[in-house]
Structure formats: structure tokens, C-alpha cells
């Protein structure tokens, strides 16, 4: 009978996505052995490397995040990266189905000419700078005195802000401690935040779009020459709460007057990135082209270009996914192919593979959104379910979840388990008590993994 041992299931990736399909599929009605392989020391994906540090309230999506993962129904086996301590081959004889759930990490190229000029980098790689993330660089050149950032979404929103917030006014946070180091050295005045189309058009919320106007000693300025509204704008603000919202928010600012704080945050929409302008292989300038909207809430280009004088530029134009090799991928999205979750090459199914969130959908939406996309994953593969079991060629000694872990351990993977990052979360939060925050975090990845697995116990 196809059905007297659990169904086993690995899912690549502990962010949000992966753990609300690992909690939908524990619910499922199914029997099920569900492993969520990790390839960082701690779970939670962005919501522990990309939110925001001063965005405590979001950062608590993480309680229920750990009530899944810490429940015991649920193993974690983080600090393993599927692609090199695991193979394909190897998730293949020892799961009856892989769900894929591994996020997008990297930023979304723009190839306008000087873009990879010193002084220019992207987004994600400062935010997973900010947010400590172990595999970037401890240090970032925070040397410029004017800054500009393309793209008008949440994530510009959050670099603008982290780039011209006054460190004391970030230090309450969880920001670790070689970030907030880097940034108080920081001589910046000024960020020009630039969006290509209108007011209507920028995907920033609405909360954190007024967040932005009440940081301490930071003026927002907007310039009414940028504003306009075509058909599908009205449209838009008329009839999309978010859109009206912000269009409220941004127009507001249009009659407020700078209060003469030391630094500010510039808001341009209209202006379409053109060229990024060097000196001696730096970045000293950015020439954007003003742009007009067509009637559809799109814009064409008018041959008028403004430059800024700047010394560094942020392009906050989206994410992309990582391909996984072996799986086949949709380059023009950065997305794994697939229908409703169920991977596909060239328009078959591949048995017994499954994705879900923004590896799925795409680099866009909030963390709630990956609930739904893990729901339409999970009931696909629930209905697939019995098929499952017969494709599984490993046997039934091979899908004992030792096993897996024999095999690790055998490599000389330190991997790091639930009741391992409750150490290294304890201990965090122990930092953060002594300094009245709530956790600083430890960024260094040997760091990590020795706190989980108690090595620095044994050192000392
Ligand atoms: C800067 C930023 C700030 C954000 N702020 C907010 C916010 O305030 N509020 C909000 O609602 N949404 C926010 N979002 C959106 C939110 O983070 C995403 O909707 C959500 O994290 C997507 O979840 P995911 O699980 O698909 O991907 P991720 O959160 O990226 O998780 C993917 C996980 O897979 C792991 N992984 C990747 N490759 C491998 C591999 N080969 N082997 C093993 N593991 C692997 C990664 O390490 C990661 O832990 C933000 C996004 C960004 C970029
Ligand atoms: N606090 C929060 O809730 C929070 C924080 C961070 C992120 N997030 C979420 O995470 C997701 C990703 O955010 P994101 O900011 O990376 O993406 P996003 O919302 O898609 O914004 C990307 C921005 O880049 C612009 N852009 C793209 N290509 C461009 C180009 N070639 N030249 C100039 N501009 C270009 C886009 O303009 P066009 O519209 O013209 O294409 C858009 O303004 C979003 O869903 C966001 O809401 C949420």
C-alpha cells in the first residue's frame, strides 16, 4: 500500500513561503515527513534579511513564523544549500516531492552606461547588508555626501530612509552592530529618490510612504513640476485606495515647507534613469531623461535630460530569483517554471517538483501573499499525492529522515536544527538586553553556526 509510511517532503527554503506551505501541507489530511532545508544559519528568509531593522512591528511576523518551524512536526535543517551540500540526486532518492521555496536574493540588472561604475551597487545588496546577512561584506563605502536611488517601491523607500536616518534614531533597533558603525561615519545630505513614471504610478504603500515624512531631522522635498496626471492616473486615484492614498500623501507635501532639517530625502517622478556619470572610475553624476505619461499611466521619454551631481547611486528596480541548476527556469521572469506550483519543462510536468512564492510568482508582494501562493502549491501536490509515492524510486530504508541526515553529517555539513537556533536566538536577544534593544544580531556565519551548535561553550 502506497500509503502506510508518511509522505516525505523536502522544502528548499525556511522563508516565509516555505514555512506556510510546510505548515498548510502538515495540515493537509495527508500523512506527511516534512524537512525545510535552509541554506542560511537562521530561518525566516527576508523577513530576517530584508525587512527593514527599524520596522520592529513586521519583524514579528516572525512569532508565528517559529511557532510552525519550533512545533516538532516540522524538522529545520538550515546552514545546508541545496546545490552544493545537497544535489538534486540526493533530494530525489530521499523525498517523494521537493518544493522549492528559495526567494529572490539579488538585485534586477539596469543596463543604462556607467551603471557599473564605483559608487554604484544595488539594493539588495545594501539591504542585506544592513539586515547582517552572513554572506555579504562586514564593511559598505558610505562616503557620499549625495545619493541617488532609481525606483519608487518599498524597497527604495527603505534605503532612502536607512541612508538618511540619523544613527541614533536607528540604533534602538536590532541593526548589527558593524552596520550601525558603517552608517554613523555616513556624511550623506542628501538622497534623490527617482521614479520613471508619475505620483499615481509609484508602488510605494501607503504607511511607509508616510513613515518617510516623520523621521527625526530628515525633510521630504517634492517638486511640483513633477506631478502629473494622465487619464489611467485619475483613474487610479479615484478608484485604488492605495493610490489615493499615496497620491494624498505625496501631494501634501507639495504646500509643506522644509523645516531646515540637515538632511533630506528628494522625491522626483518623471525622470527615467539615462546614464550614471563617472570621473576617475567613480560615480560623480546621474543624467536622467524627463519622461511623459502617454495616457495609460506608461511614459515615453522626451529627449530633456537633468543631471544631479552625486557620488553614489542605488538602483532599487526589483529583485531577481536564482536559478537552481537542474531546474528549469524562466529567465525573462527570474522565476521557476511552473502551473499553479507544479514545475514544468516546456509545458510537462516534472513529477514530484513543486515551488512556491516569490520563486514561483516573482520578486513582487507582501509577506501574507506567499500564504496564498503556498495554498494553491500544497493542494496541487496533495492531489498529486498518490501518484507520489509510486514515482519514489528510493526505498523505504533511504526515506527515513536519518538517513539524510547520516548523509550531511557524513559530508561534514554543520547543520544547524530548531532547537540549534534557539541558542543562537537566545543568545542574540541576550545581546540586545544588555544594550536595551531587543536582539542585536551576530552576522558572522562561523560565528552563528559555532553559537547554535555550542561550540563557543566548549571553547571557553
Ligand atoms: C528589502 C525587502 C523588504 C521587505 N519588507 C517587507 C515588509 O516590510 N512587509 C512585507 O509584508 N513584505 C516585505 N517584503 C517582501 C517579503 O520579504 C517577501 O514577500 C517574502 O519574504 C517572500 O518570501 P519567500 O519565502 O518566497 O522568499 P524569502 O523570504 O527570500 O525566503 C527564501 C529562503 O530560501 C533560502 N534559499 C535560497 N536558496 C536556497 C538554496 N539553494 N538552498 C537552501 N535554501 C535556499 C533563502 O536563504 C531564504 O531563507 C520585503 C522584501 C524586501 C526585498
Ligand atoms: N514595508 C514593506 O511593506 C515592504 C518593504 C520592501 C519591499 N516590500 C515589497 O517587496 C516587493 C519588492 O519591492 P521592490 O521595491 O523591489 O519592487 P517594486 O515594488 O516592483 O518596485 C520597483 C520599482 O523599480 C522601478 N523600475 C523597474 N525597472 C526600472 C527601470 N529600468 N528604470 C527605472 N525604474 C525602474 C519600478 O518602476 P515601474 O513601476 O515604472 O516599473 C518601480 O518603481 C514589493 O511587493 C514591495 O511592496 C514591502
Sequence with gaps: ?????????AIIGAGPAGTYAADILSKSGISTSIDIIERLPAPFGLVRYGVAPDHPRIKQIIVALANVLGRGDIRLLAN????????????????????FATGAFEDSDLNIPGIDLEGSYGAADFVSWFDGHPDVPRTWPLDAKEIAIFGVGNVALDVARVLAKHPKDIAVTEIP???????????????????RRGPAQVKFSPLELRELGHVPDVD?????????FDEASIDAAEN????KQVVKTLTDWTLKEP????????????????????????VVAVRMERTELQGDGNVKGTGEFIDYPVQAVYRAVGYYGTE???????QSKGTIANEGGRVVDGGDVVPGYYTTGWIKRGPVGLIGHTKSDAQETIANLVEDAPRLYAETKAGAEQLSPDNLLHLLKERGVPVVQWHDWELLDAHERALGEADGRERIKV???EEMTDIALGRLKQQA
Excluded at 80 to 99: F, K, M, P, R, W
Design 80 to 99: 545546508v544549500n541545496v546545490g552544493t551540500d545537497l544535489t538534486l540526486e540526493d533530494l530525489q532518492s530521499h523525498y517523494d516531492a521537493v518544493i
Design 259 to 282: 523645516s531646515g532639517a540637515s538632511r533630506r530625502i528628494h522625491l522626483h517622478f518623471l525622470q527615467s534613469p539615462h546614464e550614471v556619470l563617472g570621473e576617475d572610475g567613480k
Design 220 to 228: 521630504v522635498i517634492v517638486y511640483p513640476e513633477d506631478y502629473e
Design 177 to 195: 552592530d558593524n552596520v550601525l558603525e558603517g552608517l554613523s561615519s555616513s556624511p550623506v545630505t542628501d538622497v534623490h529618490v527617482f521614479g
Design 240 to 243: 485604488n485606495k492605495q493610490t
Design 443 to 445: 552576522v558572522p556565519r
Design 1 to 9: 500500500m502506497t500509503t502506510e509510511r508518511p509522505l516525505r517532503v
Design 324 to 330: 537552481i541548476e537542474g531546474i528549469p527556469f524562466d
